[in-house]
Structures are given as structure tokens and as C-alpha cells.
């Protein structure tokens, strides 16, 4: 079977009810191709190509509308 992310995927907060917190898309060859994010979180920013993390990722914290980076990382 073939584990490729297809179409939208939410990201849900376990601590609060499994409130939604954000959610991906991914095309049909599993790149992503949007991402949003609400409330407080973790924000991983960056791109899938195969399901395999590309390029750069920041790694960055949201509390009340601000974003805060707090990791750079880059495949090398």
C-alpha cells in the first residue's frame, strides 16, 4: 500500500479536545502545497517532495498572531 499524503490533512491539539490547529494539502505526488496554522503552536514551515522534508525548515512558535522562529534547519 502506498503511504503518500493526498488532498488535506488537519493538525489537531491533543491537550484541547482535538481542536484543530491547522491543516496541509498535498497534490497527487505528495508534495505539499499549502499549509495554514491557528491559534498558539508549533509551526513547522517548509516542503515535502515524495514525503521526504526538502529544502529548508523553520521551525517556528505563534502566540497571539506574532511567529516567532526558533529553528533554522537545512537538508543538505
Do not use: H, P
Request: with cysteine; hydrophobic share 35%; aromatic share 14%.
Amino acid at each position: 500500500m502506498n503511504q503518500m499524503k493526498v488532498g488535506r490533512w488537519d493538525v489537531l491539539n491533543l491537550e484541547f479536545q482535538n481542536q484543530t490547529i491547522g491543516c496541509m494539502n498535498f497534490d497527487g505526488d505528495g508534495n505539499e502545497i499549502y499549509r495554514t496554522s491557528k491559534k498558539d503552536a508549533i509551526i513547522y514551515v517548509g516542503s515535502f517532495k515524495k514525503l521526504m522534508k526538502v529544502g529548508r525548515w523553520d521551525i517556528m512558535y505563534r502566540k497571539y498572531r506574532e511567529a516567532k522562529r526558533m529553528y533554522i534547519l537545512q537538508n543538505l
